[in-house]
């Protein structure tokens, strides 16, 4: 099969689609947000609860295409448990992943599971779909209602 | 084409008689589609290792050279200001573009080259209808009924208009095979009805819809109706006074011309009693600071130096289609989606969207547990070129409860081939997907 579509679409990702992980809805969440990607209709909340500067609580909702839907999983899953202003800068560390900004395999490999990400550089459309959970997250936290990567 | 220099004006009769030339050679025997595909330059491509497989024709279709080299031809002999200038080069374009204009009112059967109007495109069609007719003649409380398979473009203009003037929209329903129920239009037409904007052909679903019918129902209520012809005209006639259609739009980009160019055709008596839709240079007969008579149709509803090559271009595209005979693109594209039906409706885990009983060459498909858009990468991986998305008809993706779906949708140059590399690389997204 095509490498690059290897790279794209990796066992991690397609389970992560399968079955995504904090995939609920916060009840009472003290930051939350709904992203938007109207040009392929992807459509997700993020629901976060964060205590004393920290994580306490993240998860997701919603409707999108694998990359999507697998890319706000791993994001729940990484960010648990972390200072908000990590989950700042790794923000910045995946988006320069995915545009292809760091190509170091060794820096690559640091970033734990979110290096399953990497071969979106090859597909510049898909940018959009894997950062969009990392958009809404970053608009929660700073408490904006909505964001459209369009 | 030969570089060629005018020792004299080049006259009318001389350009018709070169498309008739050109309209004679393919039309001595039944078309070879095969041949018609050498025609397209853009498909003798390959992407990413692969020979290209275009089934993208209802976002655009691609231009024959016979297109091209006019629109280069134009650019390079012709290029002149129209409408403006007593100088040779003038009168040439301004000879060449009302040209178009006639070849496009024989197209549809308008009546007059005055009912057609140079646009940018449908969606400007539909504006321009809404803003005009619209402003002058739909006031509060009136009524404006669509369908639920518009496209946004003949949703959202009419949504503005009222909002501007406290109208009502209203929205004709369809049954799951994506055809409209017609009972339920019946219903919604009243003494309040001030327009019916409806769609000729579905691009998501492709349903082509009883228009003819719908004229004649909304008639009775004296409401005049605009046909949204995005789809349409390129895949079988057109004939504006037998549907007795008052309004009708389409663009040139999807009848194998250039882009940036498109009609509304107006019943003359309508076009005439609706104000200019935007002021400027050519749309006037007189200026003064105090007063501005207008020009006479169709140049009232044309400010500003238009789409010169477009317009030429999009002659020659019709001449184009016409040559090879809409009769025969429509069997062609018949066939195709026959077969593509045939291929694709086996596939298990695959769910076509929109199979209504009269449908154009469109085929949208959702596949189990797979996001389109996911199944748009690996296609475009494959070399298939599909259209992934809601396809500018969001509230038909509510309808049939997808949050997006896949559409192959097939030109007159597309074949078989085309369709089992669709199959083929469907298949790669159930295997990529496990
Ligand atoms: C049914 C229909 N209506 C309107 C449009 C808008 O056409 P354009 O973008 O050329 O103005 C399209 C094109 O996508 C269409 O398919």
């Known amino acids: 099969m095509n490498s690059e579509l290897n790279e794209l679409y990796q066992q991690v990702i397609l389970d992560h689609n399968k079955n995504p992980r904090n995939f609920r809805k916060i009840e009472e969440p003290t930051h939350h947000s709904e992203g938007l990607n109207p040009l392929c209709g992807d459509h997700l909340h993020i629901y976060l609860i964060i205590e004393n500067e920290r994580v306490a609580d993240i998860a997701f909702q919603g409707n999108g295409c694998a990359i999507s839907k697998s890319s706000a999983s791993i994001m729940t899953e990484v960010l648990k448990g972390k200072p908000v202003k990590e989950a700042e800068e790794k923000f910045k560390e995946f988006h320069d992943l995915i545009t292809g900004h760091i190509t170091d395999e060794d820096q690559i490999e640091a970033m734990g599971k979110l290096a399953v990400f990497k071969g979106i550089s090859e597909f510049p459309v898909r940018v959009k779909c894997a950062s969009l959970a990392w958009h809404t997250m970053n608009a929660a936290v700073h408490q904006k209602d909505t964001v459209s990567t369009e | ?434």
């Open chain 2, 1 to 434: 084409m030969p570089l060629r220099f005018f020792s004299k004006l080049q006259s009318i009769k001389q350009i018709q008689m070169e498309s008739e030339i050109l309209t004679s050679e393919i039309k001595t025997s039944a078309p070879d589609f095969s041949k018609i595909r050498e025609n397209f330059p853009t498909l003798h491509q390959t992407v990413k290792g692969r020979q290209l497989v275009y089934l993208d024709s209802a976002a655009t279709t691609h231009k024959p050279v016979q297109v091209i080299e006019k629109i280069d031809h134009y650019y390079r002999l012709q290029n002149s200001n129209i409408h403006r200038g007593v100088h040779y080069l003038s009168q040439l374009a301004t000879e060449e573009y009302e040209n178009a204009r006639i070849k496009v009112k024989n197209f549809i059967n308008a009546s007059s080259e005055k009912e057609i109007v140079f646009v940018k495109g449908t969606t400007e069609g539909v504006n321009l209808v809404a803003s005009s007719y619209g402003n002058r003649f739909i006031n509060e409380g009136d009524e404006i009924i669509i369908t639920h398979m518009e496209h946004h473009s003949n949703i959202v203009p009419w949504q503005l208009l009222c909002e501007r003037k406290g109208a009502v929209l209203r929205v004709i329903p369809i049954n799951d095979r994506g055809e409209l129920i017609m009972e339920e239009y019946k219903k919604l037409l009243n003494e309040k009805t001030k327009m019916v904007a409806v769609v000729h052909a579905s691009n998501t679903l492709g349903t082509e819809n009883p228009v003819k019918e719908i004229i004649e129902e909304a008639h009775k209520y004296n409401v005049p109706v605009l046909i949204d012809g995005a789809q349409a005209v390129q895949h079988f006639e057109v004939d504006v006074r037998a549907l007795d259609a008052d309004f009708y739009t389409f663009s040139g980009h999807k009848l194998y011309g250039p882009t940036g160019i498109g009609v509304l055709y107006g019943k003359k008596e309508l076009l005439e009693k609706m104000p200019p839709y935007q002021g400027g240079g050519d749309m006037i007969s007189y200026v003064s600071f105090e007063r501005t008579t207008y020009n006479e149709l169709p140049y009232k509803f044309e400010a500003g130096t238009p789409h010169i090559a477009g317009g030429i271009g999009l002659g020659y595209a019709i001449d184009y289609v016409k040559g090879v005979g809409l009769q025969a693109i429509k069997q062609h594209e018949a066939a195709l989606l026959d077969y593509a039906n045939k291929k694709l409706l086996g596939i298990p885990g695959l769910t076509p969207i929109g199979t209504a009983e009269k449908k154009s060459s469109v085929f949208s498909f959702v596949l189990e547990n797979i996001h389109p858009h996911d199944i748009g990468t690996i296609l475009d991986v494959e070399g298939v070129a599909v259209r992934t998305g809601h396809l500018c008809t969001q509230p038909l993706m509510r309808r049939f409860d997808v949050p997006a779906v896949a559409r192959a949708s097939f030109g007159m140059y597309n074949n078989t081939d085309d369709i089992d590399a669709l199959a083929e690389a469907i298949l790669k997204v159930f295997k990529v997907f496990g």
